[in-house]
């Protein structure tokens, strides 16, 4: 397993942007499917985001497409989401997230189950 270290929470504003990032440790870290999760009080964590190893294959749930971007530097251990004209719905506390599995299995699943390494989450709170 890797270990994550979020960070780049916030409070901002509707319509403005907020930058987060992952950083983790381990050598293995490019063997690994990154995801981006989220939760809010009383709601289940839901999969926001997620980019295989390579970071050529992305995934994106419907109501943050063409506003959040992930990106990933293996050779930084590091994995970026860059979430752009925020909505007040976007607060949540945001988690990353990696897997072993393959990325086909984790975006048909979009389950937290398939991720076993999680970092410790960071605020996200988006003000109307």
């Known amino acids: 397993q890797v270990q994550l270290v979020e960070s780049g929470g916030g409070l901002v504003q509707a319509g403005g942007s907020l930058s987060l990032s992952c950083v983790a440790s381990g050598r293995t870290f490019r063997n690994y499917a990154v995801g981006w999760f989220r939760q809010s009080p009383g709601k289940e964590r839901e999969i926001v985001v997620a980019i295989d190893w390579s970071g050529i294959r992305t995934y994106y749930i419907d109501s943050v497409k063409g506003r959040f971007t992930i990106s990933r530097d293996n050779a930084k251990n590091t994995v970026n989401l860059q979430m752009n004209s925020l909505k007040p719905e976007d607060t949540a506390v945001y988690y990353c997230?990696?897997?072993?599995?393959?990325?086909?299995?984790?975006?048909?699943?979009?389950?937290?189950?398939?991720?076993?390494?999680w970092g410790q989450g960071t605020q996200v709170t988006v003000s109307s």
């Open positions: 997230a990696a897997s072993p599995l393959t990325f086909d299995y984790i975006v048909a699943q979009t389950s937290s189950r398939a991720f076993g390494s």
